[in-house]
């Protein structure tokens, strides 16, 4: 499906944003739940999951298409530059005082282990952005994820997460 013109009426707007944001969390929700359910030994439950969330992926790329969200590349990435940076500097700092404040230990954990990861992935797309931006796809080989912290590497994992501690072998490796 092809979007021509971005949404402009502001109510219209407000409604899709919201419907954006609602099939974004219930796409993450239902993969948690099919992991969740995979664990427990349901395959099918987990497959029924996954595909119900690729349904709801759909329905948030549509609404995020209509709302003229969808750049080149190198605009692409500066909105990820934009989104990471926001969580370095305010968002994770503020989530992460506020859950020691209340004692509340796994938020804290959670938040930090998050905005040590956002603050890896900035830097990455910053770095993307000036190859796509010279037409230029970036050099990588493989890139690591910490299933515990979410930390990413390029090219090798470390020996342990630097972050958690979790063990290289533990990573997940996008080819």
Do not use: W
Not at 76 to 81: K, T, V
Not at 82 to 90: L, N, R
Request: net charge negative; with cysteine.
């Amino acid at each position: 499906m092809v979007f021509l013109m971005p949404v402009k009426r502001a109510i219209t707007r407000k409604f899709l944003e919201e419907a954006f944001a609602g099939e974004s969390m219930a796409h993450m929700k239902y993969l948690i739940f099919a992991e969740k359910a995979e664990q427990e030994g349901f395959p099918n439950i987990a497959k029924l999951f996954r595909a119900i969330a690729y349904a709801e992926f759909v329905h948030a790329k549509n609404h995020f298409i209509a709302l003229g969200k969808l750049g080149k590349t190198p605009e692409n990435l500066q909105a990820g530059i934009e989104g990471e940076t926001y969580e370095v500097e305010e968002m994770y700092p503020v989530f992460n005082k506020t859950a020691e404040f209340q004692g509340e230990k796994d938020a804290v954990r959670t938040t930090h282990f998050a905005l040590e990861a956002e603050k890896i992935h900035a830097e990455l797309y910053k770095k993307a952005k000036e190859s796509a931006e010279q037409g230029k796809d970036i050099e990588i080989k493989k890139v690591y994820i910490c299933p515990v912290c979410g930390y990413t590497a390029i090219d090798e994992a470390p020996e342990r997460c630097p972050v958690c501690g979790a063990p290289r072998d533990k990573f997940i490796v996008f080819e």
